[in-house]
């Protein structure tokens, strides 16, 4: 009944049929060796690796198919926090709404990476690449087909979008008078003008460059 204070009060006896366990240095390292990344090692890698938000990095790397579908991404890309932002915001609030898993998802890492890469060049816009996006999702078709078949190819023309620019800008007088002298906010309708009448295929530097031209900027 009295009370234990050190091992010794526990009496131990060792067990004489129990031989001593000798664990070499080679097998502890062979067994490490074997050892898949853990989560937090990845989280730190992914945020020291690729150079992203530690938050981004905590999403990405929540399962082990979600980290390596990320991974994929960048190796066709070469654009690690643009490759976040698309995974974070397009695929997984599509499978959250189909309640699927990133294995049974229907654009391939070289799907997404080719969207992208659209973007990059400028054959599409940011805009019409969600759209395209999508349609890849729900329908398994490849970019290109469904850029091909709905005309989506974005216009980057000079001469096409200044002709687009010249008709806004006439239609209406009184927004650019105000505009001229000091309600420079209304820059945001002249560009919102402009996608509108392009159905949102017009290259927005373009765009830009040549309101602030001719607005007088």
């Known amino acids: 009944m009295r009370s234990k204070e050190e091992a010794h009060d526990y009496r131990y006896f060792p067990e004489p049929d129990l031989l001593p366990l000798i664990v070499e240095e080679g097998m502890v ?10 989560p937090q090692a ?4 992914f945020v ?7 938050y981004d990095a905590g999403v990405l790397t929540s399962s082990k198919d979600l980290a390596a579908y990320y991974e994929e991404v960048v190796k066709e890309t070469g654009e690690p926090k643009a490759s976040s932002n698309w995974i974070m915001g397009e695929i997984l609030r599509l499978l959250k709404e189909d309640n699927r898993d990133v294995r049974d998802c229907p654009v391939s890492p070289k799907g997404l990476a080719r969207v992208m ?17 999508e349609e890849m999702y729900r329908t398994g078709k490849p970019a290109e087909e469904i ?12 001469a096409e979008l200044a002709a687009i620019v010249d008709g806004i800008i006439a ?9 001229r002298s000091g309600k420079t906010a209304l820059f945001g309708f002249f560009v919102g003008e402009a996608m509108k009448a392009t159905r949102g295929k017009a290259n927005p530097q373009v765009i ?6 001719k607005l007088g900027d």
Do not use: D, W
Request: proline residues 5%; positive net charge; hydrophobic residues 30%.
């Open 147 to 158: 850029v091909k078949s709905k005309g989506l190819t974005q216009i980057s023309g000079e």
């Open 48 to 54: 020291s690796e690729y150079g992203i938000p530690a």
């Open 208 to 213: 830009n460059k040549l309101l602030k031209e």
């Open 29 to 38: 390292e062979e067994v490490r060796s074997a050892l898949p990344e853990l």
């Open 117 to 133: 890469g659209m973007v990059k060049s400028g054959e599409i816009s940011g805009k019409i690449a969600k759209e395209v996006f």
């Open 171 to 179: 239609a209406n007088p009184e927004n650019v008078e105000r505009y």
């Open 42 to 45: 990845k989280r730190e890698r």
